[in-house]
Antibody, heavy 120, light 111 residues
Framework: QITLKESGPTLVEPTQTLTLTCTFS??????????MGWVRQPPGKALEWLAL???????RYSPFLKHRLAITKDTSKNQVVLTMTNMDPVDTATYYC????????????WGQGTLVTVSS | QSVLTQPPSVSGAPGQRVTISCTGS?????????IHWYQQIPGTAPKLLIY???NRPSGVPDRFSGSKSGTSASLAITGLQAEDEAAYYC???????????FGGGTKLTVL
């Protein structure tokens, strides 16, 4: 059974750096073809893709946020970490981590999401 | 402004058929990249509904179907049920942006 769970601060101040961790089970991110990603959703708004990381450590970022994002993996801990610098109130959103299938670029398993509020 | 365009809302009575469109461009759907659909019930995470244009994951009822043509795609829901009331999102890959793109989402109301 595949499970994913996001964790991190629920409140961050403007200009701070956000660090979110996705802890997963039921698969290994060191297996060829496996990839994971982050997607966010501001309250009442649409989904927005942020980043992907592949089993071979290849990384992809949203071109709109690339300068602020970093995604890393720790296969020994079954974790993926997303950092986002210079947080702003418009970054207030629910952040989801998700698993991609071995073939195709879509998300077939999702975490429950974690709401991050940016406010002073 | 989303790269993929969806109608903000659609509605239908129980038992009816509704369709949700997703319009892209020559750098995503028109370039041959697959379309995928998600269902999001309020307060919950998105759930994969259709992948690779027309395939249903295990457990998704065959009332849900997807199609793609040219630079557009559609999600059809037949035999509408109250439990189908949710937001629906299309998603693809865009070669100009070199990344994943989502539609703006469509809220389905079951009357």
């Amino acid at each position: 059974q595949i499970t994913l769970k996001e964790s991190g601060p629920t409140l961050v101040e403007p200009t701070q750096t956000l660090t979110l961790t996705c802890t997963f089970s039921g698969f290994s991110l060191s297996t060829s073809g496996v990839a994971m990603g982050w997607v966010r959703q501001p309250p009442g708004k649409a989904l927005e893709w942020l980043a992907l990381i592949y089993w071979d450590d290849d990384k992809r970022y949203s071109p709109f946020l690339k300068h602020r994002l970093a995604i890393t993996k720790d296969t020994s801990k079954n974790q993926v970490v997303l950092t986002m610098t210079n947080m702003d109130p418009v970054d207030t959103a629910t952040y989801y981590c998700a698993l991609l299938p071995e073939v195709g670029i879509y998300f077939d398993s999702w975490g429950q999401g974690t709401l991050v509020t940016v406010s002073s | 402004q989303s790269v993929l365009t969806q109608p903000p809302s659609v509605s239908g009575a129980p038992g009816q058929r509704v369709t949700i469109s997703c319009t892209g461009s020559s750098s995503n759907i028109g370039a041959g990249y697959d379309i995928h659909w998600y269902q999001q019930i309020p307060g919950t995470a998105p759930k994969l509904l259709i992948y690779a244009n027309s395939n249903r994951p295990s457990g998704v009822p065959d009332r849900f179907s997807g199609s793609k043509s040219g630079t557009s795609a559609s999600l059809a829901i037949t035999g509408l049920q109250a439990e189908d009331e949710a937001a629906y999102y299309c998603q693809s890959y865009d070669s100009s942006l070199s990344g994943v793109v989502f539609g703006g989402g469509t809220k389905l109301t079951v009357l």
